[in-house]
């Protein structure tokens, strides 16, 4: 009987701390985040999130469609949690689908 109250305990006490573990790792991040340091502890703690993102657009010139397109796609990066100072444009290109009438694609790649 004593036994079983053992791990019992010894159980709760591993899923207490399983649970403190990812808002322990958070905050080291956000600290060396802060703090613009890291020390080896901390390194291994910090991953980069990298995504990709694309926008399409249709506008009345080839200049006007791409510029539409990167935009989606940066609204859409922004409503993800990135800054545009976190995201790089990849390639924005234009078709024609007929006189005066042009598409575009453009993709965005985003780390933090």
Same mark, same amino acid.
């Given at each position: 009987? $004593?036994?079983?109250?053992?791990? #019992? &305990? /010894?159980?709760?006490?591993? =899923?207490?701390?399983?649970?403190?573990?990812?808002?322990? @790792?958070?905050?080291?991040?956000?600290?060396?985040? $802060?703090?613009?340091?890291?020390? #080896? &502890? /901390?390194?291994?703690?910090? =991953?980069?999130?990298?995504?990709?993102?694309?926008?399409? @657009?249709?506008?009345?010139?080839?200049?006007?469609?791409?510029?539409?397109?990167?935009?989606? &796609?940066?609204?859409?990066?922004?409503?993800?949690?990135?800054?545009?100072?976190?995201?790089?444009?990849?390639?924005?290109?234009?078709?024609?689908?007929?006189?005066?009438?042009?598409?575009?694609?453009?993709?965005?790649?985003?780390?933090?």
């Amino acid at each position: 009987m $004593t036994s079983m109250f053992v791990r #019992g &305990a /010894a159980a709760l006490v591993l =899923a207490g701390l399983a649970a403190l573990v990812p808002t322990a @790792a958070h905050a080291t991040t956000a600290t060396t985040a $802060t703090t613009g340091t890291r020390t #080896g &502890a /901390a390194t291994a703690a910090v =991953a980069q999130e990298t995504q990709r993102f694309t926008g399409s @657009a249709y506008e009345n010139s080839p200049k006007k469609a791409k510029r539409e397109a990167e935009t989606q &796609a940066r609204h859409s990066a922004l409503l993800s949690g990135f800054l545009n100072e976190q995201c790089v444009l990849l390639f924005a290109e234009s078709y024609r689908l007929a006189p005066g009438y042009y598409g575009a694609n453009a993709a965005i790649s985003c780390t933090r």
